[in-house]
């Protein structure tokens, strides 16, 4: 067990549908990643939040978004969804920014979403 | 951009080594990273080691760094059934903003077999 918690483990929804994935870090952690892995794209990053703001950006689409609230927890938003968008969502927490010389992550379970 | 190349597959018998390569473009890599996905988990990172080591041992993990060619390898010793999972290789590099973001390979599917 990572510490890193996800909800839901699984999600089904329709195409143009609108969901909320949400992540709660390990205590302690400021940095907050989100991922997606797919059979297609393998896992790819998608943005990163540290102690409240965005940090870097990845290959996110303009239909998704994310923010993380005071208390440290993430949600990732996806919207107009597609047929495509059918994936493992990852989320993983790391202390700092990574860049202090601690470059672990630590992935939690995953959300799979599934559109129909 | 940055790649991160593995093989698909790897067999081998229970309580033989195990070894999973891997390449890498990025020549300014800090870190390079194995995970463990097991089905239906996340990943789990079993080791990582700095750009300027060749080699870290951790238990039955050994890593390999040949930063000249950029390869790196995971050699597992004694492997076991529990050891059966898909292996990720990932780099990275501190970002613009101070971050580590890894890259990742499409990972190594080990399956051991008795």
């Known amino acids: 067990d990572s510490g890193v918690t996800q909800t839901p483990k699984h999600l089904i929804t329709a195409t143009g549908q609108r969901v909320t994935l949400r992540c709660s870090p390990r205590s302690g952690d400021l940095s907050v990643y989100w991922y997606q892995q797919s059979l297609d794209q393998g896992l790819q990053f998608l943005i990163q939040?540290?102690?409240?703001?965005?940090?870097a950006k990845g290959n996110i689409l303009e239909r998704f978004s994310a923010q993380q609230f005071p208390d440290l927890h993430s949600e990732l938003n996806l919207s107009s969804l597609e047929l495509g968008d059918s994936a493992l969502y990852f989320c993983?927490?790391?202390?700092?920014?990574?860049?202090?010389?601690?470059?672990?992550?630590?992935f939690g379970p995953g959300t799979r979403l599934t559109v129909l | 951009g940055e790649d991160v190349e593995q093989s698909l597959f790897l067999s081998v018998r229970e309580g033989d080594s195990s070894v999973i390569n891997c390449t890498y473009t990025?020549?300014?890599?800090?870190?390079l990273y194995w995970y463990k996905q097991e089905p239906g988990a996340g990943l789990q990172l079993l080791t990582y080691i700095f750009s300027n080591m060749d080699m870290k041992q951790d238990q039955r993990l050994t890593v390999l760094l040949n930063k000249k060619d950029k390869h790196l390898s995971l050699r597992i010793a004694d492997t076991q059934t529990g050891d059966s999972a898909i292996y990720f290789c990932?780099?990275?590099?501190?970002?613009?903003?101070?971050?580590?973001?890894?890259?990742f390979g499409r990972g190594t599917s080990l399956i051991v077999h008795p």
């Open positions: 990025d020549s300014s890599s800090t870190y």
């Open positions: 939040y540290y102690n409240g703001e965005e940090r």
């Open positions: 990932a780099e990275t590099a501190v970002e613009t903003g101070g971050s580590y973001i890894p890259t």
């Open positions: 993983a927490s790391s202390v700092a920014t990574g860049a202090s010389g601690d470059p672990e992550q630590f």
